[in-house]
């Protein structure tokens, strides 16, 4: 009796510490196992992994709280990054807008807790990033400079401060030269500003229909000489 009160003890002290999903009996049946059994020790490495992710998982969560966020985004975040979420937050916060029910605005909290200063060119140069994915979602391929110097300032407000052009052009700066945008004078003579990953993409397209259209100047088909 005594053995099973101990079990018992153990099972409880077990759940209430790591506050797992694992059901009581899956504990109960390999505490009552047989030391040989030949199945024992692979279940005990088995129960081990889980309940060192877990403890992984509930690391991340209580990371990712202190920062602000709630217990549902916190979640979708570590499912997209995995446990090694504190590094990426702390490498990049704004990687956070990946993450599916978190916007700029929540990522940019995340960031200013975590250290980052107002006018850091990260943060500014990540605003104009954004303002550059939005407007990829509405069909549109780049932004002029004078586009991404009104709009940054709307985004990155905090309080009603605001930051200036010069904070913005740094921050566009910094990301033209980590080579995340860049940047195009077309023949009107203004610049456009293009997501790297957008621009590598255009290009690729822009030059598979030259090739095509080459192809077809040399041997055109049939139908097209008669």
């Not at 994915?133 to 586009?147: S, Y």
């Not at 033209?176 to 004078?185: G, I, M, S, T």
Request: proline content about 3%.
């Amino acid at each position: 009796k005594q053995e099973k009160k101990t079990q018992s003890n153990r099972q409880e002290k077990m759940l209430d510490l790591y506050k797992t999903k694992l059901k009581k009996q899956d504990i109960s049946s390999i505490l009552n196992s047989k030391v040989n059994n030949k199945t024992l020790g692979t279940d005990i490495a088995d129960l081990s992994k889980q309940w060192e992710a877990l403890r992984a998982d509930r690391k991340a969560l209580i990371f990712l709280s202190s920062m602000g966020l709630g217990d549902k985004a916190a979640q979708n975040a570590i499912k997209h990054f995995g446990t090694n979420i504190q590094n990426v937050v702390r490498r990049d916060p704004y990687k956070l807008c990946e993450v599916e029910g978190i916007k700029f605005k929540i990522a940019d909290r995340v960031a200013l807790k975590n250290g980052m200063k107002f006018d850091d060119p990260r943060r500014s140069g990540a605003g104009v990033e954004h303002l550059l994915f939005l407007g990829e979602r509405n069909g549109n391929i780049c932004m002029t400079e004078e586009e991404l110097f009104e709009g940054a300032p709307r985004l990155l407000e905090r309080n009603g401060r605001f930051p200036g052009k010069s904070s913005v052009e740094v921050g566009l700066k910094y990301m033209l030269d980590n080579k995340r945008l860049y940047q195009e004078v077309g023949a009107d003579g203004v610049n456009r500003i293009y997501t790297t990953e957008h621009f590598n993409i255009e290009t690729r397209l822009y030059e598979a229909l030259e090739s095509r259209l080459s192809a077809l100047a040399e041997k055109p088909p049939d139908d097209l000489v008669k």
